[in-house]
């Protein structure tokens, strides 16, 4: 059974930086084609993706938020840790890791429950 | 970016319905394009992906259709816990992109 968890603060203060934790369970991402994502959806609007990683760390970015994202993995501990930089007001939203593969429709096929980050002074 | 937009953007029906929502790409996507289900304080699930492939689980009133750039995600027989938002989503490029959502009530 595959499940994700995303785990970091619910209130970052404007120009701080944001680092979430997604631990999951019932894969690896060692395994030939696996990657993890983020997504994020601020209140009233529709989904972003931000990042995904690869089980051979090739990375991905959203090119309208690359200067600010990292992503990064810990196959030991069966997490991804993603953070931005220089946090304002408009990302304040319900961030999800997911699970998702190399090939196929790229798709996300398992999504962790969401982990609403406010960012307010 | 691949823009996709979705038509419309909220839909009222009654239970047993067939409910159609439409979904364009601004360019041609191929066969990577997927639907996802969206309830209030929950994860995203994925419906169908690949145009027209059921996720493991889906009731078969789900179905999909098209192709290029234009498609359909059909419910034949609306039930009361289909409320909630759709979403349609291109994994043939980066970023993948997803449409605006249609709120089904």
């Known amino acids: 059974q595959i499940t994700l968890r995303e785990s970091g603060p619910t209130l970052v203060k404007p120009t701080q930086t944001l680092t979430l934790t997604c631990t999951f369970s019932?894969?690896?991402?060692?395994?030939?084609?696996?990657?993890v994502g983020w997504i994020r959806q601020p209140p009233g609007k529709t989904l972003e993706w931000l990042a995904l990683?690869?089980?051979?760390?090739?990375?991905r970015y959203n090119p309208s938020l690359r200067s600010r994202l990292n992503i990064a993995k810990d196959t030991s501990k069966n997490q991804v840790v993603l953070t931005m930089t220089n946090l304002d007001p408009v990302d304040t939203a319900t961030y999800y890791c997911?699970?998702?593969?190399?090939?196929?429709?790229?798709?996300?096929?398992?999504w962790g429950q969401g982990t609403l980050v406010t960012v307010s002074s | 970016d691949i823009q996709m937009t979705q038509s419309p953007s909220s839909l009222s029906a009654s239970v047993g319905d067939r409910v159609t929502i439409t979904c364009r790409a601004s360019?041609?996507?191929?066969?990577?394009l997927n639907w996802y289900q969206h309830k209030p304080g929950k994860a995203p699930n994925l419906l169908i992906y690949?145009?027209?492939n059921l996720q493991s689980g889906v009731p078969s009133r789900f179905s999909g259709s098209g192709s290029g750039a234009h498609f359909t995600l059909t419910i034949s027989s609306l039930q009361p816990e289909d409320s909630a938002t759709y979403y349609c989503?291109?994994?043939?490029?980066?970023?993948?992109?997803f449409g605006q959502g249609t709120k089904v009530e």
């Open positions: 997911a699970h998702s593969f190399y090939y196929g429709s790229g798709n996300f096929d398992y």
């Open positions: 690949a145009v027209s």
């Open positions: 360019e041609t996507i191929s066969t990577y």
């Open positions: 990683i690869y089980w051979d760390d090739d990375k």
């Open positions: 019932g894969f690896s991402l060692t395994t030939s084609g696996v990657g």
């Open positions: 989503q291109q994994g043939y490029s980066s970023p993948r992109t």
